[in-house]
T-cell receptor, first 114, second 117 residues
Framework: SQQGEEDPQALSIQEGENATMNCSYK?????LQWYRQNSGRGLVHLIL?????REKHSGRLRVTLDTSKKSSSLLITASRAADTASYFC??????????????FGKGTKLSVKP | SQTIHQWPATLVQPVGSPLSLECTVE??????LYWYRQAAGRGLQLLFY??????ISSEVPQNLSASRPQDRQFILSSKKLLLSDSGFYLC????????????????FGPGTRLTVL
């Protein structure tokens, strides 16, 4: 079942600009995670934000979470060509306290041009 | 530190042939293990997860099966591949989760690109 949905599907910016990606989800969550995937590679965990947190920073990354709107955003500031990758949000299913695995969205493909 | 390995990196197989993809984790004990498939330009679809040796849960009905013969080894198999089995297969691990606790960060292997012709 689809949980997180990122938008836009693709984003092309110039080096030095900021990149913002959004994620919307449908059910209640305990936490939301963002991952990055370089072309043809595995995913790398970037940041986790818990449902009781509203904002979190990690280097040039800033993540916000609005549980009332069931949405999150990932901001990459001062982007670099090396940031070119696909970015995925992942949320957990909450079904009456069941185990809940991560559900990944389809991702936003970011292209940063030098 | 923990590392996760997958092999082979790429595989081209004819329709109807068998499949065996292997994933091993080092540097941790009792991990949760996961197999995902990623179709071109798409998100990840969870295929199987395992919370212990011999314990496999399947998320979707399919032509594939999984086994966990050892604590840190996870194998994805098929007896007869279909064209639709083509894709990028990712193995991941996470720390064992206490009942009721939210999923932890998952750590992914480098993936196996499978092409079925």
């Amino acid at each position: 079942s689809q949980q997180g949905e990122e938008d836009p599907q693709a984003l092309s910016i110039q080096e030095g600009e900021n990149a913002t990606m959004n994620c919307s989800y449908k059910t209640s969550i305990n936490n939301l995670q963002w991952y990055r995937q370089n072309s043809g590679r595995g995913l790398v965990h970037l940041i986790l934000i818990r449902s009781n947190e509203r904002e979190k920073h990690s280097g040039r990354l800033r993540v916000t979470l609005d549980t009332s709107k069931k949405s999150s955003s990932l901001l990459i500031t001062a982007s670099r060509a090396a940031d070119t990758a696909s970015y995925f949000c992942a949320t957990d299913e909450v079904y009456g306290g069941s185990q809940g695995n991560l559900i990944f969205g389809k991702g936003t493909k970011l292209s940063v041009k030098p | 530190s923990q590392t996760i390995h997958q092999w082979p990196a790429t595989l081209v197989q004819p329709v109807g042939s068998p499949l065996s993809l292997e994933c091993t984790v080092e540097g941790t004990s009792n991990p949760n293990l996961y197999w995902y498939r990623q179709a071109a330009g798409r998100g990840l679809q969870l295929l199987f997860y395992s919370v212990g040796i011999g314990q496999i849960s399947s998320e979707v009905p399919q032509n594939l099966s999984a086994s966990r013969p050892q604590d840190r080894q996870f194998i994805l198999s098929s007896k007869k591949l279909l064209l639709s089995d083509s894709g990028f297969y990712l193995c991941a691990w996470s720390s064992i989760r206490t009942s009721g606790r939210a999923p932890d960060t998952q750590y992914f292997g480098p993936g196996t690109r499978l092409t079925v012709l």
